[in-house]
């Protein structure tokens, strides 16, 4: 199928679609909107596969979110058998998320960190680029300074067979220049239709490692907001994109694309 807009994140198997994911699907087909479907557990990356399978404009991720499911062990053998699918375009969502849990609870920091180790080692070893979750504490950068610590280490080990993007980034130049120079694209939600936080950061990001997600059913941007999200309103996050880049719509929209089929192997 030929493209014209692609959302590189949503969870697109989530039960917020079961009345009319179909009909939905049918709806992007016709607009030309693809889409990545991201797993957060074994049971999540099992349906984002079932999914992609189904459908020849939705890819899959499988992966462990740092703390959506504390009850799952992570497998590595049952995420590397999934992974093998052609439809898995990326490991994760994966990384590191201290939003809700204490400052000084080292035990589930540990935790997060040794899962996110093992899901790097998997990129790796099934050579697929990493989805990365990152959210910090309040006020801090410090999930994104344990992530990229974690990160360079590895990219020093692996080379360029770790690389993969920071999905619905929210961290500062700094943050964002670390993961420039470790390869890793960025990725921007529905978020910056309705705050200004993060323009700077949208600017300063080269054109070619960027990409557009909705996070659906999360995130809706305006002029949507109070609806479910949808990956059709990634059209909106690319026009945001080129408002706050002053660069033409058109410009912006034709790399991003490339960008998505580069870093996720996404076919016509």
């Known amino acids: 199928m030929s493209y014209a807009f692609f959302d590189i994140h949503s969870h697109l198997h ?3 679609y079961d009345d009319d994911r179909e009909k939905l699907l049918e709806e992007m087909k016709g607009y030309g ?28 991720t499988v992966g462990m979110h740092p703390n959506d499911n504390k009850e799952e062990l992570f497998d590595v053998s049952e995420y590397e058998k999934l992974a093998q699918h052609e439809k898995v375009v990326a490991i994760g969502e994966c990384g590191l ?9 080292t035990a589930d920091k540990l935790r997060q960190q040794e899962i996110f180790k093992k899901q ?18 309040k ?5 994104y300074e344990d992530m990229l ?35 890793f694209t960025m990725s921007f939600s529905g978020v910056i239709t309705f705050t200004k936080d993060y323009d700077d950061v949208v600017r300063f990001v080269p054109l070619t490692l960027l990409h557009a997600e909705t996070d659906s059913p999360y995130a809706t941007p305006v002029p949507y907001r109070g609806k479910r999200n949808s990956p ?4 909106e996050v690319v026009a945001k994109i080129a408002v706050i880049r002053e660069q033409p719509m058109e410009e912006v929209r034709a790399q991003l694309l490339e960008n998505a089929k580069r870093v996720f192997s ?3």
């Open 139 to 143: 006020g801090s950068m410090d999930a």
């Open 149 to 183: 610590g974690i990160l360079e280490q590895a990219k020093k080990e692996h080379g360029n067979k770790l690389r993969g993007n920071a999905h619905f980034f929210a961290g500062t130049i700094d943050i964002a220049q670390r993961f420039i120079n470790i390869g």
């Open 14 to 16: 989530d039960k917020a």
């Open 33 to 60: 909107v693809g889409t990545v479907t991201v797993g957060t557990d074994v049971a999540e990356s099992k349906k984002a596969v079932a999914l992609a399978e189904k459908y020849p404009h939705v890819y899959a």
């Open 266 to 268: 996404i076919g016509e």
């Open 232 to 235: 059709m309103y990634v059209q």
């Open 120 to 137: 790097i080692e998997l990129a790796v070893v099934v050579n697929k680029p990493l989805m990365l979750h990152g959210r910090p504490s």
């Open 97 to 105: 998320d201290y939003f809700r849990i204490n400052s000084d609870d």
